[in-house]
């Protein structure tokens, strides 16, 4: 038999739209579409998480229908982040490559092709004075949205066609590059007909809508990363036991060793457990040194490895001050710092009585106040998605050095 495809129908929860969802099920299950929807308990009874439960459902299906309407959903409030669950359902599905058919109702469609070049000159205002896109859609225009509601603008006429997120989402939605297709609830069975004949056209484009070809490249990419951590540990054993001295050039071999996991290029993602998208790369580490208070003498710092074409001080006085060496060795903190000149980001890290500093370029311009703005997600790229090799690694030295 051949698998049937799997569509998941996606929209706030608002009573003008369970009649079409309805219909469209229907009719795309006549086509021979398996088409699930909560209405109709086919994904049995409701979880205490809800949310975790739609993005499942997402993980699951080979397409994502949208639907965007009037209503943002069934309470006023957003959720924590300035989100909803239709959003966060739209955010899965694009972070997991789903096919996806954005349809919008015609009269907010009109009315957004009228808002958008605002929406846009506030979202390039918001990136201009933050130096980062923002975490929710919502953040740079709730402001103004909320300013015009107030007003008896014309602004106001065409944003109370819709709850203000519903702006938000529908702009992101527009600057992913989506094609925004129209459709009209008053015509629910007639606008199924035309869902099934885009669906039918845009499928014959997609190869590898079986989910189960998806869930085997991930666990052979999970196999994949815990050989290259056992292989990677006992590489980084082998190293430390071979260790004759504690010499420049035996440590140097040993950094060389221990940091090959961050030797390649690392996306930079903004809310990356949430709503992911790139926004810069780093390169791999192409540079580092490490120091050490030796015996006798607790007043410096004093280099003990180093690899890359770099030229490090040989030794630092621990009262010396803006030298991000001594800073994150007296504060026994992780510091992030970036050389604009160089447009290279420096991460240090404290590990007993050593510091270790790496060295990573990156790939697009960016200023000191946009790499400040974007730190957490730069320590995500760097450290957090690599922690298991960070950890061995970090272990190794504050136990040797």
């Known amino acids: 038999m051949i698998n049937k495809t799997r569509i998941f ?38 979880e205490k998480d ?3 439960q739609c993005l499942e459902i997402v993980e699951s299906s080979d397409v994502v229908i949208l639907l965007i309407n009037r209503k943002s959903g069934a309470r006023s409030r957003l959720m924590n982040g300035n989100v909803t669950p239709t959003y966060l359902e739209y955010v899965a599905a694009r972070q997991k490559n789903k096919h996806m058919l954005v349809f919008v109702s015609p009269n907010v469609k009109q009315k957004f092709n009228i808002l958008k070049a605002e929406f846009d000159r506030l979202y390039e205002g918001y990136v201009a004075e933050f130096h980062r896109s923002p975490n929710s859609p919502y953040d740079p225009l709730m402001e103004w949205i909320e300013d015009q509601l107030e007003s008896e603008g014309t602004f106001k006429q065409l944003l109370e066609e819709a709850d203000p ?22 015509k629910s069975s007639e606008q199924a007909h035309n869902i099934s004949a885009t669906l039918s056209t845009s499928l014959r484009s997609v190869v590898g809508l079986i989910s189960e070809r998806e869930h085997i490249d ?22 430390m036991n071979s260790m004759k001295d504690i010499g420049k050039h035996t440590w140097s071999n040993f950094l060389d060793v221990g940091l090959s996991f961050l030797m390649q290029q690392m996306h930079i993602f903004q809310t990356p457990d949430v709503n992911p998208r790139i926004v810069n790369t780093v390169s791999g580490c192409n540079a580092a040194s490490l120091y050490s208070v030796m015996e006798g003498n607790i007043t410096m710092l004093t280099l003990v490895g180093a690899i890359g074409d770099i030229n490090p001080d040989e030794f630092y006085q621990l009262d010396e001050e803006n030298i991000y060496v001594v800073d994150s060795y007296n504060q026994q903190v992780r510091l992030i710092t970036f050389n604009a000149e160089k447009q290279t980001i420096y991460v240090t890290e404290p590990i007993g009585n050593s510091v270790l500093c790496m060295h990573f370029d990156l790939t697009l311009p960016w200023s000191e106040e946009q ?31």
């Open 218 to 239: 991930q666990l052979k990419n999970q196999a994949t990363y815990l050989y290259a951590y056992a292989e990677y540990s006992l590489q980084l054993l082998n190293e």
């Open 165 to 186: 997120f519903v702006w938000a989402f529908l702009f992101e939605v527009f600057r992913d590059g989506n094609w925004i297709y129209d459709f009209d609830i008053s």
């Open 9 to 46: 129908i996606s929209s706030a929860y608002e009573t003008d739209l369970k009649g079409p969802r309805k219909i469209i099920k229907e009719y795309l299950e006549q086509c021979g579409h398996e088409v699930p929807i909560f209405e109709d308990g086919d994904f049995g009874t409701w």
């Open 50 to 52: 809800t949310l975790k």
């Open 371 to 401: 790499v400040k703005a974007y730190e957490s997600e730069i320590n995500y790229a760097i450290i957090e998605q690599h922690e298991f090799f960070y950890e061995f690694l970090i272990r190794l030295l504050g136990g040797r050095t």
